[in-house]
């Protein structure tokens, strides 16, 4: 979590690489606490403007949470959040990711939709935002660095 502008407007960073494993016995359990969490956090942190930051490189597809529950956190976020939420920037998209909001775009609003960006490097991401008070864990950093080399030698 970070923030930024003159307001110190939030920058809730949230990477998946830490979500548990879907093989989990007790993930929908594991899964519905967790979005609770994360919607009381965002309750007590956001007055303002915010923006989310999801990390989504070096997540295996066993740790990516599903369509049925992004749908009901979208659902489940209170109408003053979803009107504050000023970007979803997701960094370093899969092509499931990608696929998931394509197939979704008709049941989400089209104000929604116009706030998902992607951005396919952390370099990217720091021409957008101060990255100064964002913390990028370094399985992620390393995601990076690996995708850039292999980038530079195609």
């Known amino acids: 979590t970070g923030y930024y502008g003159d307001g110190l407007n939030a920058i809730?960073?949230?990477a998946a690489c830490f979500l548990p494993d879907s093989g989990r016995t007790d993930y929908n359990y594991v899964m519905e606490n967790l979005f609770l969490y994360v919607i009381s956090t965002l309750e007590l942190m956001v007055a303002e403007d915010y923006m989310i930051v999801y990390l989504n490189g070096a997540t295996p597809r066993r740790r990516m949470p599903g369509l049925g529950w992004m749908k009901k956190c979208y659902q489940m976020i209170d109408r003053r959040l979803r009107k504050?939420?000023?970007s979803f920037i997701i960094v370093h998209p899969s092509w499931f990711?990608?696929?998931i909001l394509a197939v979704t775009r008709p049941f989400i609003s089209s104000k929604f939709s116009s706030k998902i960006q992607y951005?396919?490097?952390l370099a990217e991401l720091r021409e957008m935002i101060p990255?100064?008070?964002?913390?990028?864990p370094d399985s992620i950093v390393k995601y990076d660095?690996?995708?850039?080399?292999?980038r530079r030698m195609r």
């Open 12 to 14: 809730i960073v949230f």
């Open 84 to 86: 504050n939420l000023k």
């Open 145 to 150: 660095e690996e995708k850039c080399i292999k």
């Open 119 to 121: 951005v396919n490097t």
């Open 97 to 99: 990711i990608r696929t």
């Open 131 to 136: 990255m100064e008070y964002v913390h990028i």
